[in-house]
Nanobody, 123 residues
Framework: QVQLVESGGGSVQPGESLRLSCVASGRSLSTYTMGWFRQAPGKEREFVATVNWSGGSTDYADSVKGRFTISRDNAKNTVYLQMNSLKPEDTAVYYC????????????????WGQGTQVTVSS
């Protein structure tokens, strides 16, 4: 099976930036659509961003559009989430996921999931 491992989370002040990474092992993800999701305490898991296999098509949640950028490096089997202008409401555990289906927002279509990395934004 594919194993996804997120890293890059941490604690930052509002307005600062973080870059999350998701490294896959066990199988190449070069043909997969990749997504980022997040879940805050007491809330449902929500869609953040997704990118197709080539990196040529992306989609973002309205709450992060213009601030976050999803990208991928298939040679490194890695997906990234660059997070700029972070806000306290961005605080959550961030998960990466993979699907062989198209560019979609629904968590149910993603087959593989990482264990998450904590992002905390506070002054």
């Amino acid at each position: 099976q594919v194993q996804l491992v997120e890293s890059g989370g941490g604690s930052v002040q509002p307005g600062e930036s973080l870059r999350l990474s998701c490294v896959a092992s066990g199988r190449s993800l070069s043909t997969y659509t990749m997504g980022w999701f997040r879940q805050a305490p007491g809330k449902e898991r929500e869609f953040v961003a997704t990118v197709n296999w080539s990196g040529g098509s992306t989609d973002y949640a309205d709450s992060v559009k213009g601030r976050f950028t999803i990208s991928r490096d298939n040679a490194k089997n890695t997906v990234y989430l660059q997070m700029n202008s972070l806000k306290p409401e961005d605080t959550a555990v961030y998960y990466c996921a993979a699907t062989w289906l198209g560019l979609l927002r629904g968590a149910s279509v993603y087959k593989y999931w990482g264990q998450g990395t904590q992002v905390t934004v506070s002054s």
